[in-house]
């Protein structure tokens, strides 16, 4: 396609109603929808003859313009039948709203119907009216793309964006964790576990399971997100369900969540591995924690909580951070301290005597630890998750002799 060419003819028909629209705006409009969006040709020029004509109030202009082979804007359909590629006409309920990652985003969040829910991002040059969480809108001519397996509904600058009045109470199905799919979806799951936040931004994250089986959960700091309760039961509506080297998470932050009466009995956990602890990492042993209410965090040398700042206050408690080897994969352990008192024989009171009569402090701790579990075979079970291993019990295993002689066998050594 010769946009320039494109744009003349768009221009030609625009003066034969008296109109001069500048080529130069119709190029530019032509090559974002081209170059950007992936918009085919002949659709971006009924698209933006279509843009043109509203701005002109030229009404039945562009729309019957007999532009050959025009795909169309799909009107009206499900949010549950749109795929990738589509131009569509949707109307929805804007159920959750996220801060833009770019200035080049303007506004992004998810749109559900009865039938389903999906992404969105307006594009900043798109210009287009903000829309306001829990209110209902009828989104026209917007474009449907794919990142990373999913489909995303594009605000572009040709998108109409009309509030409409509708009363419908939307109630999405509840999926079990394990029939979750990329996309958006609500599941009821316990919340199994609280992991360390690994950035500034970042409220929460840890394990989320139902009978099904369990899923990494993440939810990034946005006004009016509380965190969840360890141990407690929740019904999650329109999480982002993401996916990354073939695993699924759950991105909470556009979600509403509320807490449940009664408990779920949460499948997994009962993976065995049995291999060498190779390495244990800085920050396993005896460590301090933040007393505050609900954080729990690790805190530095200084005693100082990421989200607390200086806590002198501190509730000491232990654990082994390291790397199980299996021969064929190697495991992220977490161990904690009823686990590491009783793999290392070293218990918490014991550690604390320890490290506070040694001229190393809780350094002599680590090294002793370390002295205690690496290299030593043992087999591990608990809760495997992204390749990282959540140990329940952890117990040394025997090498029989006669082991050890068909291992050096098998590396060609002498026994």
């Not at 170059?35 to 030229?58: H, M």
């Not at 390291?322 to 014991?350: C, F, H, M, P």
Request: hydrophobic fraction near 40%; glycine fraction near 10%; include cysteine.
């Amino acid at each position: 396609m010769d946009i320039s060419q494109t744009a003349e003819r768009i221009s030609v028909r625009f003066s034969q109603k008296g109109q001069d629209v500048d080529k130069k705006k119709i190029e530019a409009k032509l090559r974002r929808l081209i170059d950007e969006f992936g918009v085919q040709p002949a659709e971006a020029e009924r698209s933006v003859t279509n843009e043109l004509a509203k701005e002109l109030n030229l009404p039945g202009f562009g729309t019957s313009a007999g532009i050959s082979g025009s795909a169309g804007v799909k009107e009206g359909c499900s949010i549950s039948e749109i795929a990738p590629g589509e131009w569509v006409t949707i109307e929805g309920k804007v159920v959750g709203i996220l801060s833009p990652p770019s200035p080049a985003i303007a506004q992004s969040g998810i749109i559900a119907d009865s039938t389903g829910a999906i992404r969105f991002v307006a594009w900043a040059k798109a210009n287009a009216p903000k829309m306001a969480e829990g209110s209902w809108y009828r989104i026209e001519s917007a474009v449907v793309d794919e990142y990373k397996g999913v489909a995303n509904l594009k605000i572009h600058s040709g998108t109409a964006i009309k509030p409409i009045i509708e009363d419908q109470a939307l109630i999405p199905s509840i999926l079990k964790i394990g029939d979750l799919k990329p996309g958006i979806g609500s599941v009821r799951a316990k919340v199994v576990q609280e992991w360390e936040t690994t950035h500034e931004r970042m409220l929460q994250s840890g394990v989320l399971g139902d009978e099904s089986g369990t899923i990494k959960f993440i939810i990034w700091k946005e006004a009016g997100k509380d965190k969840l309760a360890v141990g407690s039961v929740y019904t999650i509506y329109y999480a982002q369900v993401d996916e990354f080297n073939g695993r699924l998470s759950l991105n909470l932050t556009t979600a509403s969540y509320m807490k449940d009466e009664g408990d779920i009995a949460v499948s997994g956990g009962d993976a065995e591995i049995r291999g060498t602890i190779i390495h244990m990492a800085p920050g396993s042993g005896l460590i301090k924690r933040c007393p505050v209410d609900g954080c729990n965090r690790a805190l530095s040398r200084q005693n100082y909580c990421p989200v607390h700042e200086i806590q002198p206050k501190f509730v000491y408690d232990l654990r082994i951070k390291g790397w199980l080897d299996d021969g064929k994969k190697t495991y992220n352990l977490l161990l904690q301290r009823d686990v590491v008192e009783s793999l290392t024989g070293i218990t918490l009171d014991a550690a604390k005597e320890l490290a506070e009569n040694n001229p190393l402090g809780m350094d002599e701790v680590f090294l002793r630890m370390r002295d205690a579990v690496l290299g030593r075979y043992v087999a591990c079970k608990g809760r495997e998750i992204d390749n990282r291993l959540l140990v329940r019990a952890c117990e040394r295993l025997k090498v029989e002799p006669g082991d050890h002689t068909a291992l050096l066998n098998r590396a060609g050594g002498v026994a």
